[in-house]
DNA sequence: GGCGCTTTCCAAAGCGCTTTGGATTTCCCT
DNA sequence: AGGGAAATCCAAAGCGCTTTGGAAAGCGCC
């Protein structure tokens, strides 16, 4: 069924029916509730390519989604921001589609998202410290925000980002007070932008506070279960092994507890553990006492917040660029006591 | 930079351009070349709305994901199954495409993709028993393929699909082997398909070795980690607790790991556990050695095949459905030992 | 009754591509 | 040289929608 043949059947035409479909107000109501019944009578959906030619929009929102350095897809936390982001797009009709990129194509997919007009626009997930995907698109002209930010570009864009610097220097300030010294970041990959912001104010914490930091208690790479337990099972069989661990996730947290556990200590008591927590679905951080002593925030609100703002830049090109910090939350759970030492 | 400018730019016809750029074979191979050089200096690509008018296909694959009941996109697995998807899209050049339903909207869904034409084609996740969908999908006619299968369903279509009884069966038996009799059941929503098929691979077990299944000793939720800790953490309160328990996926696995350590007792030891393991990338299990005794498939792996046998159906729409079981392979890790009872 | 205004509808162009049906040229062979 | 086949190219229609620029009808008003 199209409008042509919508169009005859009703004796009107094509104008009008979809006039009348479309909410224009040069159609009497009369007319418009006949055209509606008929439509959702014989299941009439105007054909989403043919449209999108004539009003030269897409009504679809691109995702590129980076394949051979596995992160964004294929960790926990997409899922999540994808959910939080769909609710974003179902209200406001919009559907997400999401590219595959091998490394160094990555020029060419958004030259080719643009060009193709397959997208109206693309949310840049994962940005890496001097991300050269921002400029390009800001030269390619495609509206486009950035979940994170990227340290090093200057340029003018749209982002949501957690105060990652702030979090994790707080969570590093929390250990210190309980009298931890030796502390270790577990940390994800440093040309992650996320990663390099953490690593900063866990840095900046520890100088603070007067302790100079151990270059071999900080670790970085993607953030995995195995990732997690192989560092820490490393660090505890040390001369000097930390008395507390900063993960980056609560993925690899799991992996530092298993390797704790497999070395005959105690969570808290003997190695205290903070991690940043996603506030994942199917990975909370415990129901009532939170398991791990976490800096927390929720990737799905981001993903929604990212989604709509995105929307709006799209209907609103010439709208100056928005921006918007969230900050995490510390909460405090089972996995932190005070350093060893401090208790005799 | 469309079609019409860049053929003026050359000086030759709109046909001409097109044959060139789309391989046929009316057209010499220097202006072909020609052809390419210019359209790669220009960065022309065929709008792609406008091409899936003129071809009737969309060049794109739809994932319809349930919003209220959260299964599918949250669920860490769905990352690594998209993941496998997207590198057979890739080679073939087609997108994917989300749309989020909430419940009840389905029927909806799948009509308002398939007149809209959006989409050749769906792929149809976390079927349930007696899924009406897949009816549903078939008087619709457009083409899809099913991640699993639906109990009660007789009629004919495509799947891929794990063996789920098989192979809880065998994970049953293995434990019954070691002498277990209390084993215990942490399942997967049993509406869905695949927890249901593992149950009844776990009964049949159980009754084949003489066992009487014991209702209380089987739970079903959504596979959270928490999920996996509270259950367990109740069954080991019971009078007589289980001494094995299966889980149904390596997350709720690790929450049932967490009671076993918080009630102080040993895991294998004192508890044997098997999981099912969607091997997924950032939830490996283990490097060497396997934390779990699991059950184990890609499912990246699945999302691969399904996509590739998708995209036949959709080019190739007359050939009979077809069908591809994969068995999963029980790899003996080290959360399982004989029954503490055997022991003395 | 004729004028202007609003209401209601329509024919046709245009979005950017593919494809049909032909036209033109080149080439080879007798 | 002439005829047919092969090679190469093109104009125009069509995919299904939106939108422009009018036209026709209905209305009140002087």
């Known amino acids: 069924m199209n409008l042509k043949t919508l169009a005859r059947k009703l004796q009107l035409s094509q104008t009008t029916v979809s ?194 930091p151990d270059p071999t208690l900080m670790r970085s790479a993607e953030m995995t279960e195995v990732y997690g337990h192989h560092e820490t099972r490393a660090m505890l069989k040390m001369e000097e092994p930390p008395t507390a661990i900063l993960a980056a996730s609560m993925i690899s947290a799991i992996g530092v507890r298993r390797a704790i556990d497999e070395a005959g200590l105690t969570l808290a008591r003997d190695v205290s553990v903070i991690t940043h927590d996603d506030d994942l679905s199917y990975l909370r951080n415990g129901s009532d006492v939170p398991i791990f002593t976490a800096t927390r925030s929720s990737v799905q609100q981001a993903g929604e917040i990212l989604s709509r703002m995105l929307i709006e830049k799209i209907e609103q090109p010439d709208a100056p660029n928005r921006n918007h910090m969230l900050e995490a939350e510390l909460v405090v759970g089972r996995s932190t006591g005070p350093a060893p030492e401090t208790r005799r």
């Open 19 to 212: 006039r009348a479909l479309n909410g224009y107000p040069e159609v009497s109501e009369a007319t418009r509730r006949r055209v509606e019944e008929a439509a959702r009578e014989h299941n009439y959906r105007p054909n989403s390519r043919a449209k999108g030619l004539a009003t030269g929009r897409a009504m679809v929102i691109g995702h590129v989604i980076p394949a051979s350095t596995q992160h964004e897809m294929l960790n926990p936390v997409f899922g999540d921001f994808v959910a939080g982001a769909s609710r974003a797009y179902a209200t406001y009709g919009y559907d997400m589609m999401f590219t595959r990129v091998d490394d160094g194509d990555e020029e060419q997919i958004y030259h080719a998202l643009a060009a193709k007009g397959s997208v109206d626009g693309v949310i840049l997930q994962g940005p890496r410290v001097n991300d050269v995907r921002i400029p390009l698109l800001n030269r390619i002209g495609l509206p486009f925000i950035v979940h994170g930010r990227s340290s090093g570009i200057e340029e003018n864009y749209c982002w949501v980002d957690v105060n990652n610097k702030r979090s994790f220097q707080r969570a590093t300030e929390f250990l210190i007070d309980l009298g931890h010294k030796r502390i270790a970041l577990i940390n994800g990959l440093e040309d992650m932008d996320f990663a390099h912001r953490r690593r900063e104010g866990y840095v900046e914490a520890l100088k603070t506070a007067g302790i100079e």
